[in-house]
């Protein structure tokens, strides 16, 4: 079990920028891969990041060149930087831990990007 918990999250203009964080409850060191997901109004939740435990990143298309995922393993926390915001990333964005046998998630914070 591990409880996670996400913050950062709130208003801003699109090209601004946020940074979300994901603190765990425990040592993320034991996850394979950690990530952020995105949930639009009205859509399904989406994968927008991932780093594994090895620090291989992946990205959506949609967030490349935008958004840096990142993990400090010594504060058992995962940061969201996310520079170059549209109105399209509007949305609860939800920490994911995975360590392949079940998937944890945060409650999620929510981020709303005005035009």
């Known amino acids: 079990q591990v409880q996670l918990v996400e913050s950062g999250g709130g208003l801003v203009q699109a090209g601004g920028s946020l940074r979300l964080s994901c603190a765990a409850s425990r040592s993320i060191f034991v996850f394979n891969t950690m990530g952020w997901y995105h949930q639009g109004p009205g859509k399904q939740r989406e994968s927008v990041a991932t780093v594994s435990k090895g620090s291989s990143t992946n990205y959506a298309d949609s967030v490349k060149g935008r958004f840096t995922i990142s993990r400090d393993n010594a504060k058992n926390t995962v940061y969201l930087q996310m520079n170059s915001l549209k109105p399209e990333d509007t949305g609860v964005y939800y920490c994911?831990?995975?360590?392949?046998?079940?998937?944890?998630w945060g409650q999620g914070t929510q981020v709303t990007v005005s035009s």
């Open positions: 994911n831990a995975n360590d392949i046998m079940f998937d944890y």
